[in-house]
Structures are given as structure tokens and as C-alpha cells.
């Protein structure tokens, strides 16, 4: 892990030169808007929500979009060939993606207090970091698996509709009791509950199961799906 | 000289192809020699070179470096080798000089990266970023982040692409200097200026198979045509004629024509690679 910490200044740098930290700084101010425009009575419905949009969808979509623009220069190929591990570019890479969303989260965050006197629960920290980290390795997983940029959209799609819409419809309460509960076996529902617990009380044994799960998803995608096929992708790139 | 690179009966398929690219191909790379891999487009040169570094790992046959078997090498094995790839492979966004600082970074041995731009003329455009160089320059920064870590091993991939001749010049003097301080070239291209300008030794792969492996003068020895064509002058018209160079010195049409025409031009007729190539491959680059 030698390379690790000039990995991640690397993707830094990129991440700036790349307008990558402007979009999701930008995405974050278009959240404060409608931070700003919620009713008092809905800030605990709707802000987990947006944080939840937040660190873990647009986690996927900008770790996929810079693979997508490193795959195109052939920069990873070159990346392939410097005395790092396979896992220490994968880890720049998800560490990066983290970076972005902390602070995305800390826009949020003051927002909310600024707009409406709210103080979000400080467990938002660790919660979004592990958050952030699962959805950046299925926004991995998901560029692995496109050709292109128009089959990375399409997985993207299949990925929000199949894992996000149901969290989404729980969140708003659109889902009967017993879906709710076996879909807190999805990644995207256990992020959802995680978010939703640092604003609104919810059960301990939720957070707990919703913390294992989120931890069990990461490690086995990037155990199993991620980390085996990611030097072919370099290679191909 | 010692083995740098020991290969034996190498095998590869990629995942998913019905057909395999490398077909049980075996040759040594010797140590401070520049070892020419020519072949067509899609004869698997690009492949044998994604082998030996290491980016293709699920071969069949034995690579050994230096003695030691390929596979078992960890990622210190970048630390001595480095790879000039066939088309641009750097951060658009990046100026020159932070694309260099940062791969630099990543090793342990480091070069003077504003030495090596400015051999190759770029520095003066060192702060320029990437995406607005041209081919050719994206081409002279590849072969700079090649250098980067001072290696042992050069592999170049089509170096002189998309190069005038003025800077491919420039490129070809910087491989021989780095063989001549002791380094091991391992070069693939279809360019046959570049092979017989560099060259120690030359493999021909064909269809995933080496058609001939041995040293450029070898090679025109053993296939090239030994013969000499003569244009003279004769009734205000330039003809000629063409001569076998063995015992030429008996050949007496040849004596009569220098001593009673006015001769204009003598070349030697030697065969090119090219031609040795398509003799051997039965078929053209």
C-alpha cells in the first residue's frame, strides 16, 4: 500500500481538473434550493432522501463516468503497468468517490441548519462513508459490465429500477410492511435506512441489520464481482 | 549475456475466442540487445507484449525473467521495466509535466522528466495540457513515461507512430543511447525503417507463430537477392542492366559495359525485410 495516499492525491487532482468535485459540488448546491423550499413538517422525509441520492447514486454515476473517461484515454492501461496493486487503484478510486460525497454531505448538512435549524445526527459521517463506498463499488461493477457509454446508461437504469425504486417507494411509505422488511436486504434500502436513522428515530435492530448489510454487500462485491475482473478492465482500457 | 526474457512454448487464448492468438511460440531476449517483434496487424504482437508485462497472466507455456519464473514476480517487477504503448495513454485534462509528475511519483528510481522533455521537444509545451498535443507529441510523452523510472527493460509498441521524420530520429537515437548504456529493448511494430535501423535480432510472428527469428544481416543473407543493376547511357536513353554479384569480376558483359558506356548509376540490389518478410510470411505488413 505503499502507492495508496499518491493514488488518491492523484485522483484528486484529477477529480478537480476533470470538473468531477465541480459536479457534485454543483449537485449539492442544486440540493440546498430545494432544501430551502421544504416545508418544515417534510426537512426529516425529504432531506434523507437527498443525501441518500447524494452519497450513493451519484457515488456510482461519477466513479462510472471517470472510469469511463480514464478507460478512453487508455489511462489505465498505464496505471496496469506502475509497481501499484490492482487494490490500490481500486481503493483510490472508491476513497475518491467518498471524498466527493463528504462533502456534498456537508453542503447538505449545513443547508438544512442554516434553512431550517435542523441539526442532522453526526453518525451521518460514518453512515455516508460506508454508503458512498458500497455505491461506488457497484458504480464499478457496473462499468465493468458496460461496452459503452450508452450500455453504462442502460445498466444504470436496470440498476436504479431494480435497487433504488424500491427503496425510494419504502421511503415514502408506497411499499405494504412485508416488502419493506425483506428489502432491507438491498443495498440501496439499508443505505436508505442508515441515512433516514440520523434525522428520524428508528429502530436499533434496523440500523444494526442495515450496518451488516451495507458492510457485507461491499465486501463481497468487491471480493467477488470487483477486484477479480478489474485488471482485465485496466488492460482492455 | 545473460536471459533477460526466457519464453517456451507460449500459448494464449482470450477469454471468450474461440481461436488462439499465440500458438506455442518460444525465443530468448538476451540482455542490452533490442529484440524486434515484426508481424502484421492482429499477429498477436501487442499480445506477446501484454504477456511479458505482465498485463495477460493466464498463459500456457514458461516466461521466465532473468531465471526467475514470470508469474511468481510481484508488482516490483514495474519497477524495472517500462512500457511505450501504441496509442496515447495519458491525462487529457493534465498538462505534460503533471501527468509526468505524477507516474513518476508512483516509483521508486526517478529520472530528470524535464531532461527527457526536452530531448524530445516538449519542453517548451510542458505546461500545455495533453488534449491539445498533437499525435505525435502524445507519442514523444508516451515514450517519456516509458523512461520515467530509469529502466532495465524498454518495451515499445509501435514508437515511431504518428512521428515525422525529425522526431522519429530523435526517438530511435534516444533507444539505441539506452541499449548502449546496458538497457534490453523488446520492440513490436510493423515498421521495417525501424527494425533494420535498431534491430539485434528479429522474430517474424505470423498468425501466432514465429516464422523466422535471427539477425537482420542473417536473415538478408539467407533470403536476399546478391545482385547489381547498372543504368547506363546509351543513344541519349537511360537503360539497365542487372548483374549477379557472385564472380562479377568475371562476368564479361558486365566488364564490356563499364568499359564502353557511359555509366550513370551502380546500386546493389539487396533485398529489403519487407521482401524477406512476405518470402517467409507469404504475405505483406
Not at chain 2, 533507444?175 to 548502449?180: A, D, G
Request: with cysteine.
Amino acid at each position: 500500500m505503499r502507492n495508496l495516499g499518491k493514488l488518491i492525491s492523484g485522483e484528486i487532482e484529477r477529480a478537480t481538473k476533470y470538473k468531477i468535485l465541480t459536479v457534485g459540488v454543483g449537485v449539492s448546491l442544486l440540493w440546498c434550493i430545494i432544501i430551502a423550499a421544504i416545508p418544515l413538517n417534510d426537512v426529516k422525509q425529504i432531506v434523507p432522501l437527498i443525501v441518500f441520492t447524494d452519497s450513493a447514486i451519484m457515488s456510482a454515476i461519477l466513479i462510472s463516468a471517470s472510469l469511463f473517461f480514464e478507460r478512453n484515454e487508455g489511462t489505465l492501461s498505464t496505471l496496469a503497468i506502475a509497481p501499484c496493486s490492482v487494490l490500490e487503484i481500486l481503493l483510490s478510486k472508491i476513497i475518491m468517490s467518498v471524498v466527493v460525497a463528504l462533502l456534498s454531505t456537508a453542503i447538505i448538512f449545513v443547508s438544512v441548519a442554516i434553512f431550517h435549524g435542523t441539526l442532522i445526527n453526526f453518525m451521518l459521517v460514518p453512515y455516508v462513508i460506508l454508503v458512498a463506498t458500497l455505491n461506488s463499488i457497484i458504480g464499478v461493477l457496473i462499468s465493468l459490465h458496460s461496452r459503452d457509454f450508452n450500455s453504462m446508461l442502460v445498466n444504470f437504469s436496470i440498476f436504479v429500477i431494480l435497487l433504488d425504486l424500491p427503496a425510494v417507494l419504502a421511503s415514502v411509505g408506497l411499499l405494504p410492511n412485508w416488502i419493506e422488511l425483506i428489502t432491507i436486504i438491498l443495498p440501496s434500502q439499508a443505505s436508505q435506512i442508515l441515512i433516514t436513522s440520523t434525522l428520524v428515530s428508528t429502530e436499533l435492530y434496523q440500523v444494526l441489520i442495515s450496518l451488516g448489510v451495507v458492510v457485507l454487500w461491499s465486501v463481497l462485491l468487491l471480493i467477488l464481482a470487483v477486484y477479480p475482473k478489474f485488471k482485465e478492465y485496466m488492460v482492455k482500457g | 549475456m545473460e536471459t533477460a526474457f526466457s519464453v517456451i512454448d507460449l500459448e494464449f487464448t482470450y477469454p471468450k475466442a474461440k481461436n488462439q492468438v499465440i500458438n506455442g511460440i518460444s525465443f530468448d531476449v538476451c540482455e542490452g540487445e533490442i529484440f524486434g517483434l515484426l508481424g502484421p496487424s492482429g499477429a498477436g504482437k501487442s499480445t506477446v507484449q501484454k504477456i511479458l508485462t505482465k498485463l495477460l497472466t493466464d498463459y500456457d507455456g514458461r516466461i521466465s525473467y532473468f531465471g526467475e519464473d514470470l508469474k511468481s514476480l510481484s508488482k516490483e517487477f514495474y519497477e524495472y521495466i517500462g512500457v511505450g504503448f501504441e496509442l496515447p495513454v495519458s491525462f487529457g485534462k493534465l498538462t505534460a509535466i503533471e501527468n509526468l509528475k505524477f507516474f513518476s511519483s508512483l516509483y521508486k528510481n526517478q529520472v530528470d522528466y524535464n531532461e527527457l522533455l526536452k530531448r524530445v521537444d516538449l519542453y517548451s509545451d510542458r505546461n500545455k495540457k495533453v488534449c491539445e498535443f498533437s499525435k505525435g507529441m502524445k507519442m514523444r510523452l508516451n515514450f517519456v513515461r516509458a523512461l520515467l523510472n530509469n529502466p532495465k527493460i524498454l518495451f515499445l509498441d509501435e514508437v515511431t507512430n504518428g512521428l515525422d521524420p525529425k522526431n522519429s530520429k530523435i526517438i530511435k537515437d534516444m533507444i539505441l543511447e539506452f541499449k548502449e548504456n546496458g538497457g534490453t529493448v523488446f520492440l513490436t511494430t510493423h515498421l521495417m525503417g525501424d527494425v533494420e535501423q535498431l534491430c539485434d535480432r528479429v522474430a517474424f510472428l505470423v498468425d501466432g507463430r514465429i516464422a523466422e527469428i535471427s539477425t537482420p544481416r542473417e536473415l538478408k543473407q539467407k533470403y536476399g537477392r546478391r545482385e547489381l543493376i547498372v543504368e547506363y547511357k546509351e543513344d541519349k536513353n537511360i537503360k539497365s542492366q542487372t548483374f549477379d554479384m557472385n564472380k562479377l569480376g568475371d562476368n564479361q558483359s558486365f566488364l564490356t559495359l563499364l568499359k564502353e558506356k557511359h555509366i550513370e548509376t551502380l546500386h546493389s540490389g539487396e533485398t529489403s525485410l519487407e521482401d524477406i518478410f512476405i518470402i517467409v510470411a507469404g504475405m505483406g505488413l
